[in-house]
Structures are given as C-alpha cells and as structure tokens.
C-alpha cells in the first residue's frame, strides 16, 4: 500500500516539473507566462523563444508523463496504479504544486503517458494529431480531436477499464483547459497552424 501511494504522489510530483519555466529560465529566456498566451507550454515558448526552446520543452513534457508510468510498471506492476500514476503526472503537469497550481494544457504529457502504457496508444494519438492538423490546420483541434479519441483507443489496445476510466477523465481536463481554444474555434478566430502573430 505504501509503495502505491509512493508511485502516484510522485508521480504528481514530477508531473508538477514546469519543462517550459525551465527550459526558459536555463537558455536565459523570459518566463513563457509572461507573454503569448501565457500558458506554460511548447506552443506558446515556440510563439515566443522559437524551435529550439519549444522542442526542449516537447521533449520534457512527454518524458515528465513516461517516466512515472514506467516506474509503476517496473516496480508494482499492477494496471490499476499503472493509470492512477499516469493521471497523476497528469494533473502535476496541470496543477503543479511548485509553480501555485498554475500549469499548462497536458497535450505533451499525455502524449508521454500513451507511449509508456502501451505504444499502440502512442502511435494512434501522434497520428490522429497529424492527421487533424494536415486537414484543418489548427494545432488546438488536432490536440482536442486525438484526446477525444483516446478512450476508445485505450478500448481497443489494452481493453483495461482502469485505463479506459483514466483516459476519458483526462480528456475532459484537457478539454477544460483548452475552452478558450474552443470559443475561438467556434468563433473564427483561432489562429492557423504557420500563421505569424
């Protein structure tokens, strides 16, 4: 019981770990809160510090959601707090206890999370991405269309209700934090995927 209840708090723990602050702070940066969208994520350290900073904070944010999940496999091995941590890292990288509870959107933390429970999931969301994106070229509907399909992968590949649970209450969190996103969809005014602001 113990080494449950260790394996989920740390993983909220390292799901807490901004990579955007960190990243910005280490290249000598400004703090991505403070400009853009102020969202503490790779799409907006891109709209402000450009591909290298964004693509080290991609980078960190998918390692931030696999490495927790990773250690529940290794050391317990059960498919329940396998989910629980995975969810866990999840709601650190939303709600980090270091940064007052203000966090990003999750996209490339759960991304990390898919590929270390099982890499089928991994695959079917990056294409499901990339394909919405191809199509309509907004990164916020390709990211909002791959997570609502991620139950109904997790129903295919792992057939594991533990993790059909996990994955549908992830998808309304991340819809949440994405309803601006979502008004501007609706109302014509989120921005393109390549557009300059």
Known sequence: MLINIFLIFSAYLVGSISSAILVCKTLG??????????????????RLHGKKAAFLTLIGDI???????????VIVGSENIIALSGFAAFLG??????????GG???ATLIGILFATHW????????TWILTASIFRYSSLAALVATFS???YAYFFVQNSQYIISFAAITLILFWRHKSNIFNLLDGKEDKIGKDR
């Not at 990288?93 to 203000?102: L, N, Q, R, S």
């Not at 089928?120 to 294409?127: D, E, F, K, N």
């Open 120 to 127: 089928l999931l991994g695959i079917a969301y990056v294409i």
């Open 63 to 73: 390692v931030k959601g696999i490495i927790p999940v990773l250690l529940a496999k």
């Open 105 to 107: 959107k999750g996209v």
């Open 29 to 46: 940066l400004s703090d991505p809160r403070d400009g853009g969208s102020g969202n503490p994520g790779t799409t907006n350290v891109m």
């Open 150 to 152: 991620t139950p109904f």
């Open 93 to 102: 990288h939303i709600f980090p206890i270091y940064f007052k509870f203000e």
